[in-house]
C-alpha cells in the first residue's frame, strides 16, 4: 500500500504571508487590518480562504461580525517557517481556555477591562460597575 502526503498550501502572495505573521493571539479581522496594514475588507476575504486550507479556524463560528481567528496546527508550522524565511525570531503561542463566543461578542474596547475585572462569575450589572471603576477612579 502506498501513502501519500497531503499537500496543504503555504501562503502564496504578500497579503497572506503578513496575515499568518500577525496571528501571535486570537485577532478578529479588523484587528488584523489593523496589525498589518492590510484593508479590513482584504482581511475580511482571506480568512475563510485560510481556514479553508486549515491555516487558521475560528473561534467563535456563529458570530456574524467579530469573529476571533486563531492558527491551526498547519497555520503554526506556516508561521515558523515564514519567520525562519525572513529571519524573524519564532515564538510559540498557546491558546489560552477562554469561552471564545463570549470573547467576540464582547466590543473590542471593553475586552481588556472585562478580562481584567473576570476575577469571579459576574452578572453583566456588575461587570459594568467595575469596568466603570477602572475607567473613572
Known amino acids: 500500500?502506498?501513502?501519500r502526503k497531503v499537500y496543504k498550501p503555504k501562503p502564496?502572495?504578500?497579503n497572506e504571508r503578513k496575515i499568518i505573521?500577525?496571528?501571535?493571539?486570537?485577532l478578529t479581522?479588523?484587528?488584523i487590518a489593523a496589525k498589518t496594514?492590510?484593508?479590513k475588507d482584504t482581511c475580511s476575504h482571506l480568512m475563510p480562504k485560510f481556514i479553508r486550507n486549515h491555516l487558521a479556524i475560528c473561534l467563535n463560528p456563529i458570530a456574524g461580525n467579530t469573529r476571533v481567528y486563531w492558527l491551526t496546527e498547519h497555520g503554526k508550522k506556516c508561521r515558523e517557517e515564514l519567520c525562519i524565511e525572513s529571519n524573524l525570531r519564532y515564538t510559540e503561542f498557546t491558546l489560552?481556555?477562554?469561552n471564545w463566543e463570549l470573547y467576540g461578542w464582547i466590543c473590542f474596547n471593553q475586552r481588556s477591562v472585562?478580562?481584567?475585572a473576570l476575577t469571579e462569575p459576574m452578572q453583566p450589572s456588575q461587570i459594568?460597575?467595575?469596568k466603570n471603576s477602572f475607567f473613572f477612579h
Do not use: D, H, S, T
Request: aromatic share 4%; glycine share 4%; proline share 11%.
Open 1 to 3: 500500500m502506498e501513502y
Open 12 to 14: 502564496e502572495n504578500q
Open 21 to 26: 505573521l500577525a496571528l501571535n493571539q486570537p
Open 29 to 31: 479581522a479588523k484587528q
Open 37 to 39: 496594514g492590510i484593508p
Open 96 to 98: 489560552p481556555n477562554l
Open 114 to 116: 472585562v478580562l481584567r
Open 128 to 130: 459594568r460597575r467595575r
